[in-house]
């Protein structure tokens, strides 16, 4: 059923908000309206209403493909690629001839994307051996790769060597003296970053610093934090790599955190380890030629979320970097970031389909006095009031999205297989795992006739979704299709139930 190609403004429109709904989620105006920054470019409903993907419909994408399903715009992959890099390169031109960009791989990786990266002149971050297999399967130069990782093994430090990768961020001590050993009795030389723990933690609209750091992350740049007194181990690390044979020290990183909307944080994190980068050149007479500021630039996942422009974090970055190098009088290094969700969260949706539904009736919250909701049902001074909840089960759940149950992340999803002039109802879309926890969007107004066979969409699925994915309950993991210029393909399969039997020895 497919009707109002014109996406006329929902009469229901005017509802009154759920007061089961958490306060940043407003009733839309229009349910059939797609808010454009959740989406990737490409994205819109076509005259028959229907959502589609550089004009491929979904339910032709379902047909062929089945559901659940990652739908990924290589178009946009690749402009929001270019789009970061420009705007860093931008920003920083004149303090360091611009800035090298990983990708972090982590948040979503297949070859096809490796060389998407590779392409766009971006290079890529790994923390582990099978995403060095990816990056080799690619044939993206080691040059252009990063390992990362608290816990590198020794075959993953072979491989690193063997690769030739350009550098190697060793996060302690112990790590820095194997991969120095490793190195050394293969009579080579490791190209090593030193990932600091600056104590700047960023959430999405804040950060705390703090002196010392309670995470397995990294080497502390607490004065205290070795048996030295006065020595951080951030220090000795710096002080042991340069005299290790095996070792090229090329300079210092950081990662703050993820899903981070301001500036101030990776200002903060870079004044420290740019004082500290200073220091540790004056005293033991060396030059650290590189600084990696690390990702975590935040994506919008709901309407609620308003991330900051790309150039506008750049410059703000840039301004601290151009400032702290002219107090301390050095050479600015050579800036490197390494985004991983910014790039690739937005550019894809998840498609399910909708099976069972219910309502169920909930205890409403106190709400303020003469606060009321059309939809209210019992006694309306305050005692045994009760509030409905639609439950939309789909066929996919938190094996292909865990973020709302490990973060309580939020999303957003829409009607996708059609319009519809249906009164918002405050909805939880949920999976058909056997947990109660399986949530993928815990609160969106979805209209009132959604119904079992219908298909929705649950936009920037990207980064941490795919790659977060299991086979809970033995389902199988999803496929992901890249769209480009009007057509599609699959650049990872979805499992098949042979896939998961194969692995079980059966003995
Ligand atoms: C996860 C991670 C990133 C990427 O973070 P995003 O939030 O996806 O940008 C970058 N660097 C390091 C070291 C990481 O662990």
Redesign the pocket.
């Given at each position: 059923m497919t009707q109002n190609p014109v996406n006329p403004v929902n009469p229901a429109g005017a509802a009154a908000a759920s007061p089961l709904a958490p306060d940043w989620l407003q009733v839309p105006a229009d349910l059939n309206a797609l808010h454009e920054p959740l989406w990737a470019a490409g994205v819109g409903r076509n005259d028959g209403g229907e959502l589609a993907i550089d004009g491929i419909p979904v339910s032709e994408l379902q047909r062929e493909y089945g559901t659940p399903l990652f739908v990924m715009s290589e178009t946009d992959f690749r402009a929001r690629a270019r789009a970061f890099t420009d705007a860093f390169n931008d920003a920083f031109a004149d303090i360091c001839g611009g800035v090298d960009v990983?990708y972090?791989g982590?948040?979503f990786l297949c070859t096809t994307v490796v060389r998407w990266v590779e392409e766009e002149g971006l290079r890529l971050?790994t923390?582990s051996g099978g995403e060095l297999a990816v990056a080799a399967r690619a044939g993206i130069p080691g040059a252009e790769v990063a390992l990362?990782g608290n816990n590198k093994s020794g075959a993953e430090i072979h491989r690193a060597l063997d690769m030739q990768l350009g550098r190697i961020?060793v996060d302690s001590l112990p790590e820095l003296e194997r991969v120095a050993a490793i190195a050394a009795g293969r009579g080579e030389t490791a190209r090593v970053m030193l990932?600091l723990t600056p104590g700047v933690h960023a959430h999405t609209h804040e950060f705390i610093a703090t002196a010392h750091e309670d995470q397995k992350?990294g080497l502390s740049m607490a004065p205290d934090s070795t048996e030295q007194a006065g020595l951080s181990a951030a220090e000795e690390a710096v002080a042991a790599a340069a005299g290790y044979p095996g070792v090229e020290l090329l300079g210092l990183?950081c990662?703050i955190?993820?899903?981070?909307f301001e500036p101030d944080g990776f200002a903060v994190a870079a004044e420290k380890l740019l004082d500290f980068l200073a220091a540790m050149q004056a005293k033991y007479s060396i030059v650290l030629p590189e600084l990696?500021l690390?990702?975590?630039?935040?994506i919008a996942y709901t309407p609620a979320d308003t991330p900051r422009p790309a150039a506008e974090i750049a410059q703000a970055m840039a301004a601290v970097v151009r400032t702290k190098c002219a107090e301390l009088g050095i050479t600015a290094p050579r800036i490197s970031?390494?985004?991983?969700?910014?790039?690739?969260?937005s550019t894809t949706f998840t498609l399910y389909e909708v099976g069972t539904l219910k309502t169920v009736r909930v205890d409403a919250p106190a709400a303020p006095a003469g606060d009321t909701a059309e939809d209210t049902v019992g006694d309306m001074a305050g005692e045994n009031v009760t509030l409905p909840r639609r439950y939309v089960s789909v066929d996919g759940g938190m094996s292909d999205n865990p973020r709302p149950v490990l973060y309580d992340a939020d999303y957003s999803a829409v009607l996708a297989s059609r319009t519809s002039a249906a009164t918002p109802q405050l909805s939880r879309v949920v999976g058909k795992h056997c947990e109660s926890g399986d949530i993928v969007v815990r609160d969106v107004y979805l209209p009132e006739d959604v119904a079992a066979g219908d298909l929705l969409a649950v936009p920037g699925t990207g980064?941490?979704c795919w790659a977060l994915s299991s086979n809970y309950n033995y389902l199988a993991r999803p496929g992901v299709v890249a769209v480009r210029d009007g057509s599609s393909r699959l650049i990872v399969r979805g499992e098949t139930e042979q896939d998961l039997l194969n692995r079980d020895m059966g003995v």
């Open positions: 990983y972090a982590k948040s971050d923390a990362h961020v990932r992350f990183h990662h955190g993820s899903q981070i990696d690390g990702g975590g630039y935040g970031i390494e985004p991983g969700r910014a790039i690739v969260g980064a941490y």
